[in-house]
């Protein structure tokens, strides 16, 4: 019944912006921590950004630091990953994993997360 799903993905020119949504339904609470996640191509899935529910701290992935905003509106229960001045190496499949038991994980670690969206395709191209 938990239903994790992304949207906003799509294809934007090199410079440009998206703001990629996960929708969290099925689930209680309203307190989760998020990591999004992307996979390239022949590439191993990696952190991109993650939010703690405890106390709302922020993680980045060194690639995407200074570039990318992780957000939250719990009232909504949706989680907001806004990409600005994006690079042809950011394209890939996103993923909104989410962990409801708010385990003490690093938060890149993708085995924190119980549940997955789809993905959403982000392809960065002139």
């Known amino acids: 019944q938990v239903q994790v799903v992304e949207s906003g993905g799509g294809l934007v020119q090199p410079g440009g912006s998206l703001r990629l949504s996960c929708a969290v339904s099925?689930?209680?609470?309203?307190?989760?921590?998020i990591g999004w996640f992307r996979q390239a191509p022949g590439k191993e899935r990696e952190g991109v950004s993650g939010?703690?529910?405890?106390?709302?701290?922020?993680y980045y992935a060194d690639s995407v630091k200074g570039r990318f905003t992780i957000s939250r509106d719990n009232a909504k229960n949706t989680v907001y990953l806004q990409m600005n001045s994006l690079k042809p190496e950011d394209t890939a499949v996103y993923y909104c994993?989410?962990?409801?038991?708010?385990?003490?994980?690093?938060?890149?670690?993708?085995?924190?997360?119980?549940?997955w969206g789809q993905g959403t395709q982000v392809t960065v191209s002139s």
């Open positions: 994993a989410v962990d409801f038991r708010n385990r003490a994980i690093i938060w890149w670690n993708r085995y924190k997360y119980g549940y």
């Open positions: 099925g689930f209680t609470l309203d307190t989760y921590d």
């Open positions: 939010i703690r529910s405890s106390d709302g701290r922020i």
